[in-house]
T-cell receptor, first 113, second 113 residues
Framework: AQSVTQLGSHVSVSEGALVLLRCNYS??????LFWYVQYPNQGLQLLLK??????LVKGINGFEAEFKKSETSFHLTKPSAHMSDAAEYFC???????????FGTGTRLQVFP | ETGVTQTPRHLVMGMTNKKSLKCEQH?????MYWYKQSAKKPLELMFV???????ENNSVPSRFSPECPNSSHLFLHLHTLQPEDSALYLC????????????FGPGTRLTVT
């Protein structure tokens, strides 16, 4: 069965600091991986996706993620945090074009001035 | 209207009431989803519709009844709910069911009293 684990339910960074949100997946076949962001009182918005092309994926708002098969990881990074990045971030995995998305429990990012 | 819209945004109902949640997508997609988001729990997939046909019911209690009259509209009919059903209900759509990115609405915050 496929699953994702997000390490750290809360992450705090200072404005301008590196953002690193961790996601590890479990999948018996090559996965498709996604990062979503949820701002307060809103639905989820797709940040980026990996579908077996380039291992380094660039998304919106300056975020990127790298697929590392050897580490079964798909960590989300941003070089310099902005106050507007404060939100909850969800990693998700699926396997084939008929499978459902499996979401992690989310990581809440706080950005301090 | 663009994207995925949901109405109402907030709903308070008693346990004996009957109410409905509405979702509409303006993206030309063919798959629609209902999710339940509770605090400190992963997103729970409830129902999936692909080309108006229900393809997944994730063991959801019968007090939740979905309806998909066409590929653009999705309803969730609610009756005799329990306090533990209080949550954010999210609607999403995708091009087709499966490993395509899903686009989410803002959600309906439901409180059962």
């Amino acid at each position: 069965a496929q699953s994702v684990t997000q390490l750290g339910s809360h992450v705090s960074v200072s404005e301008g600091a590196l953002v690193l949100l961790r996601c590890n997946y479990s999948s018996s076949v090559p996965p498709y991986l996604f990062w979503y962001v949820q701002y307060p009182n809103q639905g989820l918005q797709l940040l980026l996706k990996y579908t077996s092309a380039a291992t380094l994926v660039k998304g919106i708002n300056g975020f990127e993620a790298e697929f590392k098969k050897s580490e079964t990881s798909f960590h989300l990074t941003k070089p310099s945090a902005h106050m507007s990045d404060a939100a909850e971030y969800f990693c998700a995995v699926t396997q084939t074009f008929t499978d459902k998305l499996i979401f992690g429990t989310g990581t809440r990012l706080q950005v301090f001035p | 209207e663009t994207g995925v819209t949901q109405t109402p945004r907030h709903l308070v109902m008693g346990m004996t009431n009957k109410k409905s949640l509405k979702c509409e997508q303006h993206l030309g997609h063919n798959a629609m989803y209902w999710y339940k988001q509770s605090a400190k729990k992963p997103l729970e997939l409830m129902f999936v519709y692909n080309f108006k046909e229900q393809t997944e019911n994730n063991s959801v209690p019968s007090r939740f009844s979905p309806e998909c009259p066409n590929s653009s509209h999705l309803f969730l009919h609610l009756h005799t709910l329990q306090p533990e059903d209080s949550a954010l209900y999210l609607c999403a759509s995708s091009q087709r069911q499966g490993a395509y990115e899903q686009y989410f609405g803002p959600g309906t915050r439901l409180t059962v009293t």
